[in-house]
């Protein structure tokens, strides 16, 4: 496990993506904002850390990201702790990431809650160009964009918990946001046919995406003793986005003179509401075996009303073939049953199973109810544990994972990159299944892992899709055949000396990919390397720094190619005790390197294009935190909303 401090980000064995608990309870602080809350715990609270890579049945099977959990010592003493940190920084523009959290404990009272405000605003550069055939003419098209990107965040978490009695405790939990994302933009189009120029389009172009977020919870657990107990959750989500766009198209000839001016505008409002109720009961049979099972119930809905708009003749005239009303609605059931059993201290066999029922219903004003899906599935795991000895141990398990669209993928909507190159939705998109095996070596601080996992109609982001009557580029998420992943993953410490230490971890992964173009059955095969290396310096009593390198070869998101891609980040930071905090400077993506290149080219689909996107460069900056009150506090009720994986298909 990774904490590279200087970039805000968690690993496990070079996997990002990583899921955090706090005493088995799903923290829903972000990442960023986490290791802040972090730092206000003293290493003497915290009882152990549990790496989950096989997540049990009582976990939802959606995803298959591993699981970090914090379980920290049980105290009784009240008062107030926190902590905040403050952050300024500059890349293209400037920045500022800040945070405060809190929890106070009284009598029977707990209050706590955590605020983070963030401001990032960045340049831009994307490139993106295709080439066909049309008949015989070839036809060739480049857009390059030049973007000014704002994200502004505001983040809420609020929570009261109650203790009723020794046994039984009650609690809600309040949390929000408000992002938006706006943008400016002026994108350069060029189009030729059989290499003679035929037009050029100058588009000036401005976007907000505005998303609001609303969430309660009400939780109550009675514990019948320390080793049984039942609880009951009920959630409620909201979420509002509002995402309108405005185009200005300047067209000019093949000798690039002024031909007209167009305005173009696009709009997609998207209200989602979801409620979420969980009962779930856990037990220790006897020495060896424990006991856990419970139900879950998800109801979604969401209306998506998107358009597109050309001015004509002094009025808003709408394009029909891009423009469209939605209603969906999805009911997922589910039931877990899972034991715990120990053959010996040394060994451990955990098995779950746990069965989900999805309803789902998407209707369109335009073409009617075109998903009407009614689907079951079972999702087992298994989970063996060895230890030989104090220094080595080995773990072999199995488990079968679902992941669904999330709502924004499902949700028709455009974005034009130029009048004929967008980003849409996919109402079609269907779940992906996967089965995955994985064996464990742990020897010390060595690790070898060996997984195969085979996922059939894997979901894959950005795929292109050429319309051929309309000559437009379609940018959208698509299901592939199947996806047949082997990786070995190999992670290594090296201490060079008291003052410097290294860690490195290796990835070697061999794909075989199946994918689906125009109806056609296209396969895929390739083999990559990602390395991942933190180097760790101590000097001069309190000061740190940190090293850390990322390097990717070239690999495939679908039936698109991605280059390689590397980066390095370099942090500083000098800690002025426990009463003064801590102060750290860090320069993220040192080369100004980290820019994703990708591509497809399928000539039998009559296909070839390059993509260019430069999201952000070389950030610098400069950050202090410091914890406040009595650390030795003990921390909020262990909680989890049961809304885990609600959260994420909304985003």
Known sequence: MIVNRQSSSITVVGKDGVQIMINGKMSYVPVSSLIQVLDGMRADNIESIELITTPPANLDAEGNAGF?????????????????????????????????NFNYRKNKINFYGNYSYSINENDQVFFTSREYLDTDDLIY???????VGRQRNHDLRLGLDYEISEQTIMGILLNGYDNKWSMDAINESFDSENSVPISYVDIVQDEINHWKHFGAN??????????????????????DNDNPTNYLNTYYDNEQNFLYEEMTRSGKTTPLRTWVSNFDYSTVVNEKMKFETGIKGTFSTFENDVFVENFENNEWVEDPTLTDKSN?????????????????????????????????????????????????????????????????SMTLSYSRRITRPTFRELAPFVILFDPNTFI??????????????????????????????????????????????????????????????????????INVTDWWRMQY??????????????????????????????????????????????????????????????????????????????????????????????????PDQNIKTINEFNFSGRTFKLTYSRSFGNNKLKSSRDRKTGAEEERNRAN
């Open 424 to 493: 849409s939705g996919n109402p079609a998109l269907q779940p992906a299944i996967s089965n995955s095996i994985k064996y464990d070596l742990n020897f010390k601080s060595y690790i070898l892992s060996l997984q195969y996992t085979n996922e059939d109609g894997s979901i894959v982001r950005f795929q292109e899709y050429l319309d051929e009557d309309t000559g437009r580029l379609i940018f959208q998420s698509e299901n592939l055949d199947y996806t047949k992943t082997f990786t070995v993953t190999f992670g290594f410490p």
């Open 328 to 392: 969906f609605d999805e009911n997922i059931f589910a039931v877990y049953g899972s034991f715990d059993y120990n053959f010996s201290k040394k060994m451990i066999l955990k098995f779950g199973l746990r069965y989900e029922y999805t309803d789902s219903q998407l209707d369109t004003e335009t073409e009617g109810n075109v998903v009407d899906r009614q689907y079951h599935e079972f999702f087992p795991s298994l989970f063996l544990n060895r230890k030989f000895n104090d220094d080595l």
């Open 68 to 100: 970090i959990n914090i379980i920290t010592k049980k105290s009784g003493d009240l008062g107030l702790n926190g902590s905040y940190s403050l952050s300024v920084g500059y890349g293209t523009h400037p920045i500022t990431s800040d945070n405060i």
């Open 141 to 147: 098209s480049e857009t390059t964009s030049y973007r």
């Open 505 to 602: 971890n290796f990835l070697l992964v061999g794909q075989n990919i199946g994918a689906f173009y125009d109806d056609e059955l296209v396969e895929l095969s390739i083999g990559y390397v990602q390395a991942n290396t933190t180097q760790s310096f101590k000097f001069l009593n309190d000061y740190t720094a940190e090293l850390t390198g990322f390097f990717k070869s070239p690999s495939y998101m679908g039936t698109a190619k991605m280059e390689a891609l590397y980066s390095i980040n370099f942090g500083i930071q000098k800690k002025f005790g426990n009463k003064w905090g801590t102060l750290r400077f860090s320069i993220d993506d040192l080369l100004d390197s980290y820019r994703w290149r990708i591509g497809t080219d399928l």
């Open 218 to 239: 009400f939780n109550i657990m009675h514990k019948f003793n320390d080793d049984k107990f039942i609880s009951f959750d009920l959630n409620y989500l909201q979420y």
